[in-house]
């Protein structure tokens, strides 16, 4: 099994609808991390949660660390939005600080 | 400022031959990274320092090498380039709790 599973692996909405992508991760992983990774182009961070929710402009990322699960939601998605997302798990022990990554889920937002 | 840089942004090699993919960041980070990402896989952790003079292996670091001299650069050796290192290789810096940033990438085919 791996240490972060996401879901959906693709996903199709419509522009304005309400979007939420699910991240489930392993014991022993400290904080959650999503990224934004538009078609062929750069992977960027949106946020990095340890505990409670975060909010940025339209997009919203919430933790449950007894449940062991993260959502990124989209609210009035836009076409733009389309890209992959990525969650990614930060596992921390001594000096060493590494991320293990999910598959990604490919939103499409169609206009 | 510009973040992390990498260099080249495109390479095609032919099996048997040895590149030197190049990063470097103005952020002064202890924490560097280097990823290959393949369709439909996750990011997966190639080599990783902690520190100038520090290096260690990831999850696939059959293949390739790393140095780290200076806080700054960090470059990734492949040796006798394989049809099964084609790929897209990220460079990132990070902190424990902290976002990663992420080159823009160098997308390497080997035929």
């Known amino acids: 099994k791996n240490e972060v599973e996401q879901s959906p692996q693709n996903l199709t909405a419509q522009e304005g609808e309400f979007i939420t992508i699910n991240c489930s991760y392993s014991?022993?992983?400290?904080?959650l991390h999503w990224l934004q990774q538009h078609p062929g182009g750069g992977i960027v961070s949106l946020f990095m949660l340890s505990s409670g929710k975060k909010k940025h402009g339209r997009l919203i990322a919430t933790i449950n660390i007894q449940e062991k699960h993260s959502s990124l939601h989209i609210t009035a998605s836009h076409p733009r939005d389309s890209a992959v997302y990525i969650c990614?798990?930060?596992?921390?022990?001594?000096?060493?600080?590494?991320?293990?990554f999910g598959k990604g889920t490919l939103l499409t937002v169609n206009p | 400022n510009a973040g992390v840089t990498q260099t080249p942004k495109f390479r095609i090699l032919k099996i048997g031959q040895s590149m030197t993919l190049q990063c470097a960041q103005d952020?002064?980070?202890?924490?560097m990274y280097w990823y290959r990402q393949d369709p439909g896989m996750g990011l997966k952790l190639i080599y990783y320092?902690?520190?100038?003079?520090?290096?260690d292996k990831g999850e696939v670091p059959n293949g390739y090498n790393v140095s780290r001299s200076t806080t700054e650069d960090f470059p990734l050796r492949l040796e006798l380039a394989a049809p099964s290192q084609t790929s897209v290789y990220f460079c990132?810096?990070?902190?424990?709790?902290?976002?990663?940033?992420f080159g823009p990438g160098t997308r390497l085919t080997v035929t």
């Open positions: 990132a810096i990070g902190a424990s709790y902290s976002e990663q940033y």
């Open positions: 320092s902690v520190g100038a003079g520090i290096t």
């Open positions: 014991v022993g992983i400290s904080a």
């Open positions: 990614a798990g930060e596992r921390s022990g001594g000096s060493n600080y590494k991320l293990t």
């Open positions: 952020m002064n980070h202890n924490y």
